[in-house]
Nanobody, 120 residues
Framework: QVRLEESGGGSVQAGGSLRLSCAAS?????MGWFRQAPGKEREGVAS???????SSYADSVKGRFTISRDNVKTVALQMNSLKPEDTAMYYC?????????????????WGQGTQVTVSS
């Protein structure tokens, strides 16, 4: 199983920006970010294939968040224009499915999570 380590979470005011990073222990064809707020189910935020040719975003973050890969073992999530409803624990995930669909079942490995808190 791939080991994943996230960094970059924190607290910001609404309208601010944060950048999350994730490093994997080995090559991962598909990497993504999910989030889970207290009392809610884990939901997909964004996913990206190895070369960046496949990427998906949740409707709630389109135009504000950008997912990117620097190499086969890392993924980043640039979050701009943050809103209080973006507050959640953010998890990095790795999978192998072609097309890198943004669904929970497509990812086999998970990080421990990094907290993002947006105040109004």
């Amino acid at each position: 199983q791939v080991r994943l380590e996230e960094s970059g979470g924190g607290s910001v005011q609404a309208g601010g920006s944060l950048r999350l990073s994730c490093a994997a222990s080995e090559y991962s064809a598909c990497m993504g970010w999910f989030r889970q707020a207290p009392g809610k189910e884990r939901e997909g935020v964004a996913s990206i294939g190895l070369s960046g040719d496949y990427s998906s975003y949740a409707d709630s973050v389109k135009g504000r968040f950008t997912i990117s890969r620097d190499n086969v073992k890392t993924v980043a999530l640039q979050m701009n224009s943050l809103k209080p409803e973006d507050t959640a624990m953010y998890y990095c995930a790795a999978g192998t499915l072609f097309g890198c669909p943004l669904v929970l079942g497509a990812f086999r490995s998970w990080g421990q999570g990094t907290q993002v808190t947006v105040s109004s």
